[in-house]
């Protein structure tokens, strides 16, 4: 990917040109097809995924498994990201700050879709040797598991006030 396209990312704000190439030599292009489901929940994850073109649809289990069966595999759609967002989306991050973090979703190409990928010991390689790099570069991912945060507070809180209205009932 060229650095002219990485400066769209808000993962990459305020990193100068030199910078973004640290992480330009260590992208993994994906190309995933129309339909194809590429991440699944629970699944180990190990990289962040940065959406390049095309458009996906997140989406999470409905139901906490409770028996062993597992009868109950309904799924709520949670949303659908495109490249054409601005900033362009970049996914997977939750995985980055635990050795064994498992994929809270799942997330399927609606179009053909081409992604860059960048694993996380490459990402940490990058933090550690370039500490004024790495410092911005988890600001910004900071900043958007903030935003993700404050919106699933949101739909915790809605989905309680609407669960006790009908308790009221």
Do not use: W
């Not at 970049?90 to 064994?100: A, C, K, Q, R, S």
């Not at 500490?131 to 404050?150: D, F």
């Not at 507070?153 to 009932?169: D, G, Q, W």
């Amino acid at each position: 990917m060229e650095i002219k396209h990485m400066k769209r990312f808000s993962i990459f704000n305020n990193l100068k040109d030199h910078e973004l190439e640290y992480f330009r030599q260590v992208t993994k292009a994906i190309h995933i097809k129309v339909g194809e489901e590429f991440i699944r929940e629970g699944e180990l994850g190990d990289s962040i995924f940065l959406l390049v073109d095309g458009t996906i649809e997140i989406n999470q289990a409905l139901t906490l498994p409770l028996s062993k069966r597992g009868n109950d595999n309904r799924e709520k759609s949670i949303v659908q990201l495109s490249h054409k967002l601005s900033p362009p989306p970049f996914f997977g991050e939750m995985t980055l700050f635990d050795d064994n973090a498992k994929r809270t979703a799942n997330i399927k190409a609606l179009t053909d879709c081409y992604l860059m990928q960048i694993m996380k010991d490459d990402l940490f390689d990058i933090c550690d040797t370039h500490m004024e790099t790495g410092y911005k570069v988890m600001q910004n991912i900071s900043s958007v598991l903030c935003k993700k945060l404050v919106t699933a507070n949101t739909n915790v809180l809605k989905l309680t006030t609407a669960f006790s209205l009908v308790l009221e009932r």
